[in-house]
C-alpha cells in the first residue's frame, strides 16, 4: 500500500523557515516526480513545487520566488521543501503527492498519491 508522511509543519514567524518532509513507502518513488501543494481555507489546492525523479529538475509555482527549494534523497525515499522568508500568506496546509505519469505537472489531478498534509502558520 502506497503511503506519503509529511512532517516539519508548524508555527513560525514572519521571515522565518521551515523544513518540510515527505517520507514515501509502498512503491520505488525513485522512479517518480515528486511535488508539493498548499491549501488554505476557502481556497483551491494550489501548485507549490515538483522535483523529476533524478532531481535534476524542478519546478515552483509563481509566488514562490526563490524562498522555496525542493529536493529529494532517492535512498531515503523523501522529498523536502526547505522554506525561508516565510509569509502570512504562505499559511496552508502543505501536501506531498505522487506523479506516476513521467513528467513534472502543475496540476492537482495529475497526481496519483497524496499524503495527509502538515500544518504550517506563518504569523505576522
Known amino acids: 500500500q502506497v503511503q506519503l508522511v509529511e512532517s516539519g509543519g508548524g508555527l513560525v514567524q514572519a521571515g522565518g523557515s521551515l523544513r518540510l518532509s515527505c517520507a514515501a513507502s509502498?512503491?520505488?518513488?525513485?522512479?517518480?516526480?515528486m511535488g508539493w501543494f498548499r491549501q488554505a481555507p476557502g481556497k483551491e489546492r494550489e501548485f507549490v513545487a515538483a522535483?523529476?525523479?533524478?532531481?535534476?529538475?524542478?519546478s515552483y509555482g509563481d509566488f514562490v520566488k526563490g524562498r522555496f527549494t525542493i529536493s529529494r534523497d532517492n535512498g531515503k525515499n523523501t522529498v523536502y521543501l526547505q522554506m525561508n522568508s516565510l509569509k502570512p500568506e504562505d499559511t496552508a496546509v502543505y501536501y506531498c503527492?505522487?506523479?506516476?505519469?513521467?513528467?513534472?505537472?502543475?496540476?492537482?489531478?495529475?497526481?496519483?498519491?497524496w499524503g495527509q498534509g502538515t500544518q504550517v502558520t506563518v504569523s505576522s
Open positions: 503527492a505522487v506523479d506516476m505519469g513521467g513528467t513534472i505537472s502543475k496540476l492537482p489531478v495529475r497526481y496519483d498519491y
Open positions: 509502498g512503491r520505488t518513488f525513485s522512479r517518480y516526480t
Open positions: 522535483v523529476a525523479w533524478s532531481g535534476g529538475f524542478t
